[in-house]
C-alpha cells in the first residue's frame, strides 16, 4: 500500500485490516450509505402532515414515496455503469451535491410539485451515490475479512438507516418539523462534499467502452415500470389496471433488453456476468432478503397499531429492536462468512430468519405477545443481514475491477426492488385472506413471508455454486 493506502495494489496484509487513510474513507462512505437508507423511511411518519402544509391531495401523498423509489431503483444500473466508465468518485461526489440540492428544495418547497421534484431528485442521487460508494469499498478492499467487514457495517448501518428513518421522522415532525427531515441531508451533504476529495481514491481508468445508450435507456425504463406497477399494486391492489399494465410493460422491455446485450459490441450489462451464478443468484436472494423483511416491518407495524392498539411513535420504538439486531447481524456476518463462507452464511441467514418470523404467524390480540415478539424479531433481524452481508460479498466476489460498478448497481437494483416488492404483496396477502377483522390477514402474511425464507435457503443451497479458485 502507498501513503493513500487505496490507489496501490493490495497487500496480503490488507486482506485482514484498515489502514488509517482506508478508515476514513470507510466512514465518509459509510456516512453517506446511512443518511441514504434513512432516507427511504423518513417521512412516511410525516405524509399527512407535508398533506396539509402543502396542500396535497390525500391519494396523491402516495407519490412523495413512489417518486423516490422509481428513480432510486429504476437508474440505479445505469449508474453502476456509468461509476465504472466516468469514474466512482466522481459519481459519488456528483451524487452527494444532487442530494443536497433535492434536500434544501425539499426543505423549503411550498407547493406539491417542488416536493415531487425534490424526491425525484433524492432518488436519482441514492442511484447515483450507492452503487459508487459500494463500488469504492470493493475496489478500495481486496477480497478478504477486511472487505467482509466493510460490507457487514455497509449492510447493518443501510438496515438500520431504513429503521431509523421511520423513528426519526416521527420525532423530528412531532418536536420541530418535517421540514428538518430534509435539512439534516443539506448538512450531512456539505460536511462530505468538504472532505471526500481529500480521502477517497480509486485506482487509475483503463480503456473505457462506450456506454450501451440503447441498453442503458430500456433496463432504466423496465425497471421504472416495474416499480410503478409494484407500488401501484400496493395501493390499488393486483387487479388494478395501474399494477399490471406496467409489470406487462417491464417484461417486455426486460426482454427487449436482453435481445439489445446479446448484439451489441460492448454492452451495459455482459450477459457473461448474469451467467454467474454468484451474481445471478446471489443478487436473487439480496432481493428476497431485502423483500421478506421489510415487509415484515410493515405486518408487525399494522399489527401493533391496529390490533394491539399501540401508537405510532411507541410502535417504532419496538420496531427499533429489530433494528438493533441488523446492525448485530451486520457486525458478526463477517465473522460468519469467514468460518463457513458467504454460501453457507446466506442459507443459515434464512434459515434462522424463517424460524424467527414463523411464531409470529400465531399471534394473538392480547399485549401478552410483545414480549415474544421482541424476542424473536430481534433474532430474526440479526440473521437476515447475516444473508445480506453475505449475499454482497457474494454478488461482488471475483467480479474484475473494471466492472465492480456494475457488480455493486445490481446489488444496489436488488435491495432497491426487494424494499419495493414486498410491502405491496404482503398487503395483498392481508387484505385478500382477512374477513372482518384483520388479524387472520396478518397471520397469513406472516406465515407466508417466514415460508419465502425457507424458499430462499432452499434455492442458495441448490443452485449457488462458488467456484473453486484457480490452482
Known amino acids: 500500500m502507498t501513503a493513500t493506502g487505496i490507489s496501490a495494489p493490495p497487500s496480503a496484509a490488507s486482506a485482514d485490516r484498515f489502514t488509517g487513510p482506508q478508515k476514513i474513507a470507510l466512514a465518509l462512505l459509510l456516512t453517506a450509505n446511512f443518511t441514504l437508507a434513512v432516507d427511504f423511511s423518513i417521512l412516511n411518519v410525516a405524509l399527512p402532515h407535508i398533506g396539509r402544509d402543502l396542500d396535497f391531495a390525500t391519494a396523491a401523498l402516495q407519490w412523495i414515496v413512489t417518486s423516490f423509489a422509481l428513480c432510486a431503483a429504476g437508474f440505479t444500473l445505469f449508474f453502476g455503469r456509468v461509476a465504472d466508465l466516468f469514474g466512482r468518485k466522481r459519481l459519488f461526489l456528483a451524487g452527494i451535491v444532487l442530494l443536497g440540492v433535492s434536500s434544501l428544495a425539499g426543505g423549503l418547497a411550498q407547493d406539491p410539485a417542488l416536493m415531487l421534484a425534490a424526491r425525484a431528485g433524492q432518488g436519482v442521487a441514492t442511484a447515483m451515490v ?29 438496515a438500520a438507516g431504513f429503521t431509523t428513518g421511520a423513528v426519526l421522522g416521527g420525532v423530528l415532525t412531532g418536536t420541530v418539523s ?24 480509486e485506482p487509475p481508468a483503463g480503456r473505457r467502452p462506450r456506454l450501451d445508450a440503447p441498453g442503458a435507456v430500456t433496463v432504466t425504463l423496465a425497471l421504472v415500470a416495474l416499480v410503478l406497477g409494484i407500488d401501484t399494486a400496493g395501493h390499488a391492489g393486483w387487479t388494478h389496471a395501474g399494477a399490471w399494465g406496467p409489470i406487462l410493460a417491464a417484461t417486455v422491455l426486460f426482454v427487449i433488453f436482453w435481445r439489445v446485450e446479446s448484439r451489441i459490441a460492448e454492452p451495459l450489462i455482459a450477459p457473461a456476468l448474469l451467467k454467474r451464478r454468484t451474481v445471478a443468484w446471489g443478487n436473487l436472494a439480496g432481493l428476497l432478503a431485502f423483500a421478506t423483511e421489510t415487509s415484515l416491518v410493515f405486518l408487525l407495524t399494522l399489527y401493533l397499531q391496529e390490533v394491539l392498539g399501540y401508537t405510532a411513535v411507541t410502535a417504532g420504538l419496538i420496531l427499533a429492536v429489530l433494528g438493533i439486531g441488523t446492525v448485530l447481524g451486520g457486525l458478526i456476518a463477517p465473522r460468519v462468512i469467514g468460518r463457513t463462507g458467504a454460501r453457507t452464511a446466506i442459507v443459515v441467514g434464512f434459515v434462522v430468519q424463517a424460524a424467527a418470523t414463523l411464531p409470529l404467524a400465531f399471534v394473538g390480540d392480547d399485549r401478552g405477545w410483545l414480549v415474544p415478539l421482541l424476542v424473536v424479531t430481534f433474532l430474526g433481524g440479526v440473521a437476515n443481514l447475516v444473508a445480506i452481508v453475505g449475499y454482497t460479498v457474494m454478488s461482488t466476489a471475483g467480479v474484475p475491477s473494471e466492472q465492480q460498478g456494475l457488480a455493486t448497481g445490481l446489488v444496489t437494483m436488488s435491495q432497491q426492488v426487494g424494499i419495493t416488492l414486498g410491502t405491496p404483496v404482503m398487503s395483498a396477502l392481508v387484505t385478500g385472506w382477512a374477513a372482518t377483522t384483520l388479524l387472520p390477514g396478518l397471520r397469513f402474511a406472516i406465515g407466508v413471508n417466514a415460508g419465502i425464507a425457507v424458499v430462499a435457503a432452499l434455492l442458495v443451497a441448490c443452485f449457488l455454486r462458488v467456484p473453486k479458485p484457480p490452482a
Request: glycine residues 6%; charged residues 10%; hydrophobic residues 65%.
Open 130 to 158: 450507492t452503487p459508487a460508494a459500494l463500488s469504492l469499498m470493493t475496489t478500495m478492499l481486496p477480497e478478504g475479512p477486511a472487505r467482509s467487514r466493510a460490507l457487514g457495517l455497509n449492510g447493518a448501518l443501510m
Open 178 to 201: 418535517w421540514r428538518w427531515a430534509f435539512f439534516i441531508n443539506v448538512v450531512i451533504a456539505v460536511a462530505v462534499i468538504a472532505v471526500a476529495p481529500f480521502v477517497l481514491r
